[in-house]
């Protein structure tokens, strides 16, 4: 298809697109006027109904207030003719009201008062029916028919004055209408603006056309009820909205002049655009198609873009020449380093700026399970996983920016799914002017170097543990032995005071309540040492460790039921978050439950003043920096108690220390961490003042 065709059919476009937008706008115009029209008729209703209640709001007030009057009760007792002319019938008048109807409490008819224009009978409904008019209302309102007209009815119970609210009984029933006949048909529409009319029950709205919408015409009907709820007649109403119409008028001429003015623009600039740009680029065209730029040269002379064209086009020629004979020299020293790459023992590439690869050499490629040939071209992101990818990018990007070379160790996973470590040189590649241009690289399989160098750390690291629990078993030794002596040389001595304080107190009796409480004090410290004593002695005399497979879930629940403590404030509460994934680990189960209740009654004793909670949580953690990345168990027991100072944290497994006045022995975690070191565990302990403590304890899963 030539240019010109092409330009037609573009103008063409253009036209039914301009003719497109003018109809829609011209369809969102309707909208704009849809809504005006949607609000002027809601506007208009509003207005109506208002005027329709303020014009009638008398009625409702004389009804109000002639229902709760003592003489109103009083009348419908004795039915006084002269009292109803003095009230009733003077104040038809001043409450322009046209009848007004008095009714006893047996729904007989006491009084009816009227003008000479309205009903003075009585009311069309029965004496029956009025009790069911005011059923769950003190107050009605409704209409009935007066020959060819309305009255509008108001109705309401009567009752003494002072019971405003009408909760006593009813003593009759007062009503009083008003007219709605031409006269006020016609006040109506003066007052409202719009036509008002009766209209027959079978009467429905007018719909919404586009046609009423133009001409800002638009109507309402109101539904009037009689006392029994049924449809009774309905009034309509019909308004025209001159600001709508006008604003259509305008509307339609702007859209006339708007739709005139873009034909005739269109129209000269297609002509223009066709004379002007089709010559030159027939030319253009043929210069292309024939590969001479010679065609080109009366364009080449015009100060216009498309001398500037004729002059690129030609320059482009030449530089394709110029490529050509590039790519040529380019491509032979390609062969050159595909040699010397095909020759390496390692992986080697080279890549370009953009991180793709220029060649690969055969182990390479072999490592990707491709031939070179499928990787040329790709980046990095097409042959590895997006994390290895990223990291490789990352270090290309240093190396071109730093224009150092780089020596990294990092992982490849080979075709069979095997990590390999590898270590890579990665060097800058420059050309002539010294810009970088990409980089190179080689990267050596070290898994079996990096293997050796981890078993040597592991055995490193094992054998420092190893020197530790020596070191830590001499310790242990050697306070056990002195225990043992120590224990023995000072029990007897307190045997022998706890006698003799037992002898003075049976020999004071009540006597002096002071020497009393002295002895007290005396002998609450004696058993506090025996007590420590014990505590030695049993540390002193080990018993063999009994290792099982314990589930951490199970270890938790059995011994729960052994703890028993009695806090002076009764607040201390014991939660349990224990993971039901399967998991077992090696340990003595009886030891195991003595550390965990010695933790628990630390926590406890910590809490007995104000109260708090004890979390005991059992759960799995794949890789832990105590058993080489291993998996592991961990228990961990925490509570919102006041916490431990960071002066104490370094004293906490030290025999003898401890933080409980004379309440504590010292001993409690420094036995249990005995334990957790013999059942070939870990413990660890993380406090802060005012936050509590957590201590978790960590064993390797069998």
């Known amino acids: 298809m030539s240019i010109r065709s092409k330009l037609t059919l573009l103008f063409l476009s253009i036209i039914l697109a301009v003719a497109a937008a003018i109809a829609l706008e011209r369809s969102f115009e309707v909208r704009r006027l849809t809504g005006i029209f949607v609000s002027s008729r809601a506007r208009e209703e509003a207005t109506f109904d208002k005027i329709a209640a303020l014009r009638n709001s008398r009625l409702e007030a004389l009804v109000g207030d002639y229902t709760f009057w003592d003489e109103m009760v009083e009348f419908t007792r004795t039915g006084d003719k002269e009292w109803a002319k003095e009230n009733i019938d003077a104040s038809l008048p001043v409450f322009d009201v046209n009848a007004m109807w008095v009714y006893r409490r047996d729904c007989s008819l006491i009084y009816s008062?009227?003008?000479?224009?309205?009903?003075?009978?009585?009311?069309?409904?029965?004496?029956?029916?009025?009790?069911?008019?005011?059923?769950?209302?003190?107050?009605?309102?409704?209409?009935?028919?007066?020959?060819?007209?309305?009255?509008?009815?108001?109705?309401?119970?009567?009752?003494?004055?002072?019971?405003?609210?009408?909760?006593?009984?009813?003593?009759?029933?007062?009503?009083?209408?008003?007219?709605?006949?031409?006269?006020?048909?016609?006040?109506?529409?003066?007052?409202?603006?719009?036509?008002?009319?009766?209209?027959?029950?079978?009467?429905?709205?007018?719909?919404?056309?586009?046609?009423?919408?133009?001409?800002g015409e638009a109507g309402f009907l109101r539904e009037l009820r009689?006392?029994?709820?049924?449809?009774?007649?309905?009034?309509?109403?019909?308004?025209?909205?001159?600001?709508?119409?006008?604003?259509?008028?305008?509307?339609?001429?702007?859209?006339?002049?708007?739709?005139?003015?873009?034909?005739?623009?269109?129209?000269?600039?297609?002509?223009?655009?066709?004379?002007?740009v089709s010559t030159p680029l027939k030319l253009v065209s043929e210069s292309l198609k024939k590969k001479d730029p010679t065609l080109l040269a009366p364009l080449e002379k015009k100060k216009d873009e498309f001398g500037g064209i004729a002059r690129v086009i030609r320059e482009s020629f030449e530089q394709s020449a110029e490529l050509e004979a590039a790519n040529i020299r380019r491509r032979k020293a390609e062969i050159q380093e595909e040699a010397i790459l095909e020759n390496i023992a390692d992986l080697a590439w080279l890549k370009d700026l953009d991180n793709r690869y220029i060649v690969v050499n055969g182990p390479f490629a072999k490592a990707c399970g491709k031939e070179p040939a499928e990787l040329v071209g790709r980046t990095d992101y097409d042959v590895w996983p997006k994390e290895l990818a990223e990291k490789y990018n990352a270090d290309d990007k240093e190396v071109m920016l730093s224009g150092k070379q780089k020596v990294v160790c990092e992982p490849l996973f080979s075709i069979d799914g095997n990590m390999l470590w590898m270590e890579t040189v990665k060097t800058p590649m420059f050309n002539d002017r010294g810009e970088v241009i990409g980089t190179a690289g080689i990267s050596r399989d070290i898994t079996e170097r990096r293997k050796d160098e981890e078993a040597l750390k592991k055995a490193y690291i094992q054998l420092k543990e190893t020197q530790h629990r020596l070191i830590q078993a001499e310790k242990f030794s050697a306070l056990g032995k002195f225990s043992t002596s120590f224990a023995h040389e000072i029990k007897n001595p307190l045997g022998i005071i706890l006698n003799g304080i037992e002898f003075l107190e049976m020999k004071l009796g009540s006597s002096d309540n002071d020497i009393k409480e002295d002895l007290d004090i005396i002998k609450r410290s004696t058993l506090r040492a025996d007590s420590i004593i014990k505590r030695l002695l049993k540390f002193a005399r080990p018993s063999e460790i009994r290792f099982e497979k314990i589930n951490p879930r199970d270890l938790v629940n059995d011994t729960l039921p052994f703890f028993k403590y009695s806090s002076p404030s009764g607040e201390i509460k014991i939660n349990t978050d224990l993971s039901p994934d399967p998991m077992e680990f090696t340990a003595d189960k009886n030891q195991m439950q003595q550390a965990i209740i010695n933790l628990i009654m630390n926590s406890a004793e910590a809490m007995s003043l104000a109260g708090g909670e004890i979390t005991i949580k059992a759960y799995k953690e794949e890789r832990s920096e105590f058993y080489f990345a291993k998996p592991v168990c961990v228990i961990e027991i925490s509570d919102n108690g006041p916490g431990i100072s960071e002066e104490n944290m370094t004293k906490l497994f030290e025999p003898f220390f401890t933080t409980k006045s004379e309440k504590g022995t010292g001993l409690g975690l420094f036995i249990t961490k005995l334990i957790i070191d013999n059942n070939k565990g870990n413990i660890s302990i993380d406090s802060k003042l005012g936050r509590g403590t957590v201590v978790r304890m960590v064993f390797p899963l069998v």
């Open 113 to 215: 008062s009227g003008d000479p224009n309205g009903p003075v009978a009585d009311l069309p409904v029965s004496g029956e029916d009025i009790p069911l008019i005011f059923k769950g209302s003190k107050y009605c309102h409704f209409f009935i028919r007066t020959g060819k007209d309305l009255m509008e009815v108001r109705g309401a119970t009567i009752h003494p004055t002072a019971d405003r609210e009408r909760k006593t009984e009813r003593r009759g029933y007062l009503f009083a209408g008003i007219l709605w006949d031409d006269k006020f048909l016609r006040e109506m529409a003066a007052l409202t603006g719009a036509e008002v009319r009766f209209a027959s029950l079978q009467e429905k709205p007018a719909p919404d056309t586009s046609a009423n919408i133009m001409a």
């Open 226 to 276: 009689g006392w029994d709820d049924r449809p009774l007649a309905k009034i309509a109403v019909s308004f025209k909205s001159e600001s709508i119409r006008h604003y259509n008028r305008m509307g339609q001429t702007v859209f006339f002049i708007f739709g005139l003015l873009s034909a005739v623009s269109l129209l000269v600039l297609f002509m223009s655009v066709v004379r002007l």
